[in-house]
C-alpha cells in the first residue's frame, strides 16, 4: 500500500480504530485478562498508526493535511471534513501516545466491571482524537459533546467515594457551558449555509457573512465560555478539583492530559481563527484571568493535603500559562502554549499515574500518610522525581521550553503580565517539591509504608514513556515546534494584519 | 349538467378506498380481535390476540406503502395522500406495532384481558392516521375523537387500581373539555371564511383581508391540539394520567396521539398561511420547555419524570414552528416532522424498557428501584442508555439531530430567544435524564428487585426502537429528505388550483407527487 493511499485516510483510520476496538470488546466474553490485552493491542494500534501523521506531515506548510472532505448530510450542509495542521497534529499523537499508557496503569488497579472499563476507554479514544481532527463545526460539536459521557461515565462508576457528586458536576458544568457554543455554531450556519471551518472563516475574513459585526462578540463569548469551562480558566475551574480527585488513575491522565486541552485548542483554533478582531479586543481580561488561574491555582496547591488536588490545582496554574500564550498574539507566545499543552499531558499524565500507583497500595492521596518513601520505595521515587523536574520546569526538561516561550511572549505584549507569569514559575517549584519532600525524604512515619512494594511491570512500562518523552521534548524540541510554528505563523495572520494596517495607516 | 358532476362527486370511487386503505385494514383487524375475543379461551388466547394485532399493524404498513403510490384527493377533498400523510401514517402505525410488542409480556405480568386493549390501540391508530391525512375540519374532529376515546379508555386498563381510574377520568374529562374548544374554533373558522375544507379556507384568506374571528379560531384550535400534544399551559393532566396508565400505553400515548395532534396543528397553521410570529406557539413553546424541565427535576416517580419530559419535548417541538416566513416553512415543517419520529423511536423505547422493569402491578417504577441495574440487567441499562442519551440529545443518537433541526430551524426564522431558552433547557433536562443513569451505573442497589429475563417480543421491540435511534442519529439523510419532501408537498399544494379544480373534478390527483 502507497503511503499517499494511506494518507488519504488515514485520519479516518486513527480516529475510528478505538471505537471499533471498543465494539468488538463488547463481543468478547468477559475475561478480564483477554479483554486488557485486546484493549492494549488496539491502543497501541491507534498510536502507531497515529505516528503515520507526524512522520508524512510536510512540516513548513501551514494549511491543513491528509484532508479528507465528504458529504455526509446534505440538508443542512454537513460535511465528514477532518485535517490536521501542526497545531492538532500534535495533540492526535498525544491522545494516543497516553492512552495505552492508561490501559497499563490500569492493568491491577481495575478489576471491577473490567470490559465496561475499556470499552468506555476506547470510545473515550475515538471522541477525543475527532475533536483535534474534525473541520466541520457539526462534526466538532459532535465529537465535544461525544467526549462527555464517556468521561463522566468512568468518574462515576469506576472512580472514589464522592463519584457521582463530581460525575454529575463535571457533566453539567460543560453541557450548559457547550449549549452556547451550540447556539453559536447554529447562528453561523444560519448566516453563511455552512459548517465548514475553513469556509466561514474565509467567509468572515472576506466581511461576507451579512450582521456579523453585531453578532461577533455574542459568537466569541459563546465558544469562548465552552472552551474556557474546559479549561478550565479561573474562575470556572470549581468542576476540576473534584473530577480529579474523584477520578480513576486513567480518567485523570485523560482528563488533565487531553481533555483539557481541548478547550485551549478550541481557543486557539475557532476563537482566533474565526473572530481575530474579538479576541483582539477582549484579549486584556482573558489575560488577567490567565494571571488570576496561574497564581490563584498555585497558591491553592500549594495548601491543598490532597495529591491529586495539589495535582489538579497545578493544571489549572499550568492551563493558564497557554491561556495567556494564546492572547499575547505573539509568535513565541503561540509556540509556547502549544507546547505546554503538550508537555503538561505528558507530564502531568506521568504525575497523575504515579499518584495512582499511591492510592492503588494505600487507598489515599492524603499526603500526610506518607513519608520517607524514598527508602521503601526507590525506583518510585526516582520516576516521581524525574516527572517533578519536568512539571517544574527545569531546563533539559519539557516543562522549561513552553514556559519560557509563553513568558517572552507575555514580556513582548506587556512586561507585567510577563513579570506576574513568572512568578507561577516559582510558585510551582515551591509546591512541588515541597510536597515530594514531605512524601519522600526523611524516615518513613507511617510503619505500614515500611512495607510498600516498588513500581512493578505494568507501572513502569505506564510511567516511564512519559519520563522519555518529557525529555526528549526537552532536548529536542525542535522536532515539534517544527510543525508547530508554520501553523502557528498561519493562526497569527490576521492580527499581524490588523497591527499593519493600523501602523500603515 | 351539473347533476352528474354533484353526483360523481358524493359517491367514491375505487382509488378513494386505496386512499384510506390503512385505515380498513386497522379497523378490519381490530374488529376481528373484539370479535374473536369472547370466543377463545380467557387465559390462553391473550398473547394469539396480541399477534392478531401485530400482523394488523405489519398490514397496516404494507397497506401505508401501497397507499403511497397513488397520492391525490379523496371522499370529496376530505382525505389527502400526499407525503405528508404518509410519513405520519408509517409513524404511527410503527408505534402502536412496537408497542403492542411490548405489551405481550405486560398483559401476562398484570393479569390484564388483552381483548378490547389490542382492538383499541388499533382503533386509535386509525383516528391518529386519519388525523394525519384529513384535510378538513370536521373529518379532524372526527379522527380526533376515535383517537382520544381509544385513549381514554385505554388509560384505565390497569382496573384494580385507583390511580389508574383516576387517570383515566382526569384524561377524560379535561380532554372533553379541550375537543371542546377545538371544536369551537372549528365553528368560528366556519363562521369567518365559510368553509371547513383547508383548500377553501385558504383560498379564501389569501383573497381578503385577515379577520380577528380567525386569530380567534385559529387560538381555540391551538388551546384543543396543545391538550393533545400536552404543551403548557395545557400540560397540567400529564404527569397524574401518566402515572396512573399502563406502562405500554403511556408509551404509545406519549408518542402517536402526539404525532398525529402535531401533524393537525402543521396542517393548520400552514393551511392558515398567516406569516409573521405566532406568539401563541413562541409562549407555549417557552413555557412548556420550562415547566417541563423544571417539573422534571424534582420527580422521582420514572414515569412522572418522563411525563414532565415529554412536556418539554413538545416545547422543543413548537419551537420550530413558532414562526412562519415563506423561507423558513419548509425547515420548520422537515424539522418538526423529524422530531417526532426521533421523539417516537425514543421514548417508545424508554416506555417499553419501563414496562418490563415494573413487574406484576407496576411496583417497580421509581428511582430508587433502578438503582445498580447496571449491574443485575446490564443490557436492559445499557438500552434504556441510549434512550435516555437520546432524551438528553447526544451526539449518535436520533435526538441530537432532532433538537439540532429544530434549533436550526427556530434561528433561521430569527428566534434567537426561544433558541437560547430551548438550549438551555435542554442543557438542564440532561440533569434529570443523567440521575437515571447515574442510579443504574453508579449506585449499588438497596433493596431486592428482581429482573426477569427480556421476552423474544419485547427484545424485538427494544431492537427496534435502539435501532431507530442509532439510525436517525448517524444516518439521518433519507429520513429528512423524506421530511423535506413532505414539507415541499406541504406548501406547494397550489390551494387555488386544487380548490378551483375541486369544483369542476370530483378527483384531482396532485400532479407530480
Redesign the interface.
Known amino acids: 500500500m502507497s503511503t499517499d493511499h494511506l494518507s488519504s485516510y488515514i485520519l479516518s483510520l486513527v480516529t475510528f480504530v478505538p471505537l471499533a476496538g471498543a465494539l468488538l470488546l463488547m463481543l468478547l466474553p468477559r475475561r478480564d485478562r483477554d479483554i486488557r490485552i485486546f484493549s492494549l493491542v488496539i491502543s497501541l494500534l491507534t498510536f502507531v498508526l497515529s505516528l503515520h501523521l507526524p512522520v508524512y506531515f510536510h512540516r513548513g506548510q501551514a494549511g491543513f493535511q491528509y484532508e479528507v472532505n465528504n458529504q455526509w448530510?446534505?440538508?443542512?450542509n454537513i460535511h465528514y471534513h477532518m485535517g490536521v495542521d501542526g497545531i492538532s497534529l500534535w495533540l492526535v499523537v498525544l491522545t494516543t501516545f497516553l492512552t495505552p499508557l492508561c490501559v497499563l496503569i490500569s492493568w491491577k488497579s481495575v478489576h471491577d466491571?473490567v470490559k465496561?472499563f475499556f470499552i468506555i476507554l476506547l470510545i473515550l479514544e475515538t471522541a477525543l482524537i475527532g475533536v483535534f481532527t474534525s473541520l466541520d463545526l457539526f462534526l466538532f460539536?459532535?465529537?465535544w459533546?461525544?467526549t462527555?459521557?464517556p468521561m463522566?461515565?468512568l468518574i462515576?462508576?469506576f472512580g472514589h467515594e464522592r463519584?457521582?457528586y463530581a460525575?454529575?458536576k463535571f457533566?453539567?458544568y460543560t453541557?450548559?457551558a457547550s449549549?452556547?457554543m451550540?447556539?453559536a455554531i447554529?447562528?453561523l450556519?444560519?448566516q453563511t449555509h455552512s459548517f465548514d471551518f475553513v469556509e466561514i472563516r474565509d467567509q468572515i475574513g472576506r466581511g461576507g457573512v451579512p450582521n456579523f459585526p453585531a453578532a461577533a462578540q455574542w459568537l466569541f463569548l459563546g465558544f469562548f465560555l465552552a472552551f474556557a469551562v474546559k479549561v478550565p480558566l479561573f474562575p470556572f475551574h470549581t468542576w476540576l478539583p473534584d473530577a480529579h480527585v474523584e477520578a480513576p488513575t486513567a480518567g485523570s491522565v485523560l482528563l488533565a492530559g487531553v481533555l483539557l486541552k481541548m478547550g485551549t485548542y478550541g481557543m486557539l483554533r475557532f476563537n482566533l481563527g474565526l473572530f481575530p478582531e474579538q479576541s483582539r479586543h477582549n484579549a486584556p481580561w482573558i489575560m488577567v484571568l490567565a494571571l488570576i488561574g496561574i497564581i490563584y491555582g498555585a497558591l491553592v496547591a500549594m495548601v491543598q493535603p490532597n495529591m491529586k488536588k495539589l495535582i489538579a490545582y497545578s493544571s489549572v496554574s499550568h492551563l493558564g500559562f497557554v491561556v495567556l500564550g494564546i492572547f499575547s498574539f505573539t509568535q513565541a507566545g503561540l509556540n509556547g502554549a502549544m507546547f505546554v499543552m503538550l508537555a503538561h499531558g505528558v507530564s502531568t499524565g506521568g504525575l497523575f499515574m504515579l499518584a495512582g500507583i499511591l492510592h492503588e497500595r494505600r487507598h489515599t492521596y492524603e499526603i500526610s500518610e506518607f513519608g520517607g518513601l524514598a527508602s521503601p520505595m526507590p525506583v518510585y521515587a526516582a520516576s516521581y522525581l524525574f516527572i517533578v523536574l519536568a512539571s517544574v520546569g527545569l531546563p533539559l526538561m519539557n516543562g522549561f521550553i513552553g514556559e519560557f516561550l509563553v513568558l517572552t511572549g507575555a514580556f513582548q505584549d506587556r512586561a507585567i503580565y510577563g513579570i506576574l507569569a513568572a512568578t507561577g514559575v516559582i510558585w510551582s517549584a515551591g509546591y512541588l517539591l515541597w510536597m515530594y519532600q514531605r512524601v519522600f525524604y526523611g524516615k518513613v512515619t507511617h510503619a505500614v509504608n515500611n512495607s510498600m512494594r516498588d513500581m512493578i511491570g505494568f507501572e513502569k512500562a505506564a510511567v516511564w514513556p512519559c519520563a522519555v518523552a518529557a525529555l526528549v521534548m526537552g532536548v529536542a524540541p525542535i522536532l515539534w515546534l517544527g510543525a508547530i510554528d508554520p501553523a502557528v505563523q498561519a493562526a497569527l495572520k490576521p492580527f499581524t494584519q490588523v497591527v499593519s494596517q493600523v501602523v500603515g495607516q | 349538467m351539473t347533476f352528474p358532476m354533484a353526483a360523481a362527486q358524493i359517491i367514491p370511487q375505487g382509488v378513494d378506498y386505496v386512499r384510506i386503505l390503512p385505515e380498513i385494514i386497522l379497523s378490519a383487524f381490530g374488529i376481528v380481535v373484539m370479535l374473536l375475543d369472547p370466543l377463545v379461551d380467557e387465559e390462553k388466547s391473550q398473547k394469539t390476540l396480541g399477534m392478531i394485532a401485530f400482523v394488523g399493524t405489519i398490514a397496516g404498513l404494507l397497506s401505508t406503502w401501497y397507499m403511497a403510490q397513488s397520492p391525490g384527493l379523496a371522499f370529496s377533498n376530505m382525505v389527502r395522500v400526499d407525503s405528508f400523510s404518509v410519513f405520519f401514517h408509517f409513524l404511527v402505525i410503527a408505534i402502536a406495532a412496537v408497542v403492542i410488542l411490548s405489551s405481550f409480556e405486560y398483559m401476562a405480568v398484570q393479569k390484564i384481558r388483552a381483548g378490547e386493549y389490542y382492538a383499541l390501540i388499533l382503533f386509535g391508530v386509525v383516528g391518529m392516521a386519519l388525523m394525519s391525512s384529513a384535510v378538513e375540519l370536521v373529518l379532524i374532529f372526527i379522527a380526533l375523537e376515535i383517537s382520544s376515546i381509544s385513549t381514554y379508555i385505554l388509560t384505565g386498563f390497569r382496573r384494580n387500581e385507583a390511580s389508574s381510574s383516576e387517570s383515566s377520568l382526569k384524561y377524560f374529562l379535561l380532554g372533553s373539555f379541550a375537543t371542546a374548544f377545538f371544536l369551537y374554533g372549528v365553528a368560528l373558522m366556519f363562521g369567518a371564511t365559510g368553509s371547513t375544507n383547508f383548500d377553501l379556507i385558504s383560498q379564501k384568506l389569501q383573497a381578503g383581508p385577515v379577520q380577528v374571528l380567525v386569530y380567534v379560531a385559529m387560538a381555540l384550535m391551538f388551546v384543543g391540539l396543545g391538550f393533545k400534544v400536552a404543551a403548557a399551559p395545557f400540560h397540567i393532566w400529564t404527569p397524574d394520567v401518566y402515572e396512573g396508565a399502563p406502562a405500554p400505553i403511556v408509551g404509545f400515548m406519549s408518542t402517536a396521539p402526539k404525532a398525529a395532534a402535531f401533524a393537525v396543528l402543521l396542517r393548520v397553521v400552514y393551511a392558515i398561511n398567516a406569516p409573521g410570529r405566532f406568539w401563541l406557539i413562541w409562549v407555549a413553546a417557552a413555557l412548556s420547555m420550562t415547566l417541563g424541565n423544571v417539573g422534571a427535576l424534582v420527580q422521582t416517580n420514572v414515569k412522572r419524570l418522563l411525563a414532565y419530559s415529554s412536556i418539554a419535548h413538545a416545547g422543543y417541538l413548537l419551537a420550530a414552528f413558532a414562526m412562519t416566513t415563506p423561507e423558513n416553512s419548509a425547515s420548520g415543517i422537515s424539522a418538526a416532522m423529524f422530531y417526532t419520529a426521533a421523539y417516537a423511536a425514543m421514548n417508545v423505547g424508554a416506555f417499553a424498557v419501563v414496562t418490563h422493569f415494573a413487574n406484576a402491578g407496576e411496583r417497580y417504577v421509581t428511582l430508587e428501584d433502578f438503582e445498580g441495574l447496571g449491574r443485575t440487567s446490564p443490557l436492559l441499562a445499557a438500552t434504556l442508555t441510549i434512550f435516555l442519551l437520546s432524551l438528553i440529545g447526544i451526539p449518535m443518537t436520533g435526538g441530537f439531530f432532532a433538537k439540532f433541526y429544530v434549533f436550526s430551524a427556530a434561528v433561521k426564522a430569527d428566534l434567537i430567544w426561544l433558541t437560547i431558552i430551548g438550549v438551555i433547557n435542554s442543557a438542564v433536562g440532561a440533569y434529570y435524564y443523567l440521575r437515571i443513569i447515574v442510579v443504574m451505573y453508579m449506585r449499588d442497589a438497596r433493596k431486592e428487585v428482581p429482573v426477569t429475563p427480556i421476552p423474544f417480543g419485547l427484545g424485538v421491540a427494544l431492537a427496534v426502537s435502539v435501532i431507530a435511534t442509532l439510525y436517525l442519529g448517524m444516518l439521518p439523510n433519507r429520513v429528512l429528505q423524506y421530511t423535506q419532501q413532505s414539507a415541499q408537498d406541504l406548501l406547494l399544494q397550489p390551494p387555488s388550483q386544487a380548490a378551483s379544480a375541486s369544483q369542476t373534478a370530483p378527483v384531482v390527483a396532485i400532479p407530480g407527487n
Do not use: H
Open positions: 448530510i446534505t440538508t443542512p466491571r465496561e460539536y459532535f465529537f459533546e461525544a462527555l459521557i463522566a461515565l462515576g462508576i463519584k457521582v460525575a454529575v457533566f453539567m453541557m450548559i449549549v452556547f451550540l447556539a447554529l447562528w450556519y444560519a
